[in-house]
């Protein structure tokens, strides 16, 4: 079975400050791999995903990842936040002949003025 | 497209009674998936299914729990009799040929 492990719970940082939130994965096949962000009182919105080609997977709202499959890590970065990123962001992994997404515990992240 | 759409958003109820969850996926997606969300156990699978059919329903709490689809554009989670700690922020998700999953807004269950 495949896990996720997201190190960090809480991130606080301040507006226009980079930001990187980690997520490292175990899995014994291959895997796809995503970043979802959760607003307070909204569902789960894809940020960006990795399936097959490129390590470094750009998504929406700036944010970026790359996979390392040598570390089996998929850390999500952004260069400049911005207050409205301060949300819940959720990595999760997927074998690529499975259906079921396993996700990590979620960082929580601050951003303050 | 509307996206994922649930209902009740919210639901309080009290302990013994029966609850009813709804969504309806995206038009065309041939996977649906119950999620539940707590703050002690995050989001948790509790079943899904493939062209209506139950495929893994493992994370099904117990038997107070049951979820059916009865057609592509409707399915159901019931609780009953429900308990307090069902209290959780359910979800529902979509996705096509086991792509990336869409979500909806979630229902808060409150039970009290």
């Known amino acids: 079975a495949q896990s996720v492990t997201q190190l960090d719970s809480q991130v606080p940082v301040f507006e226009e400050a980079p930001v990187e939130l980690r997520c490292n994965y175990s899995s014994s096949v291959s895997v796809y791999l995503f970043w979802y962000v959760q607003y307070p009182n909204q569902g789960l919105q894809l940020l960006l995903k990795y399936l097959s080609g490129s390590t470094l997977v750009k998504g929406i709202n700036g944010f970026e990842a790359e996979f390392n499959k040598s570390q089996t890590s998929f850390h999500l970065r952004k260069p400049s936040v911005h207050i409205s990123d301060t949300a819940e962001y959720f990595c999760?992994?997927?074998?690529?002949?499975?259906?079921?997404?396993?996700f990590g515990e979620g960082t929580q992240l601050t951003v303050n003025p | 497209d509307a996206g994922v759409i649930q209902s009740p958003r919210h639901e309080v109820t009290e302990m013994g009674q029966e609850v009813t969850l709804r969504c309806k996926p995206i038009?065309?997606?041939?996977?649906l998936f119950w999620y539940r969300q707590t703050m002690m156990r995050g989001l948790e699978l509790l079943i899904y299914?493939?062209?209506?059919?139950?495929?893994?329903d493992s994370g099904m709490p117990e038997d107070r729990f049951s979820a059916k689809m009865p057609n592509a554009s409707f399915s159901t989670l019931k609780i009953q009799p429900s308990e307090p700690r069902d209290s959780a922020v359910y979800f529902c998700?979509?996705?096509?040929?086991?792509?990336?999953?869409?979500f909806g807004p979630g229902t808060r269950l409150t039970v009290l």
């Open positions: 998700a979509s996705s096509l040929h086991r792509n990336e999953q869409f």
């Open positions: 999760a992994v997927i074998k690529t002949s499975g259906s079921r997404l396993t």
């Open positions: 299914f493939n062209n209506n059919v139950p495929i893994d």
């Open positions: 038009s065309g997606h041939d996977y």
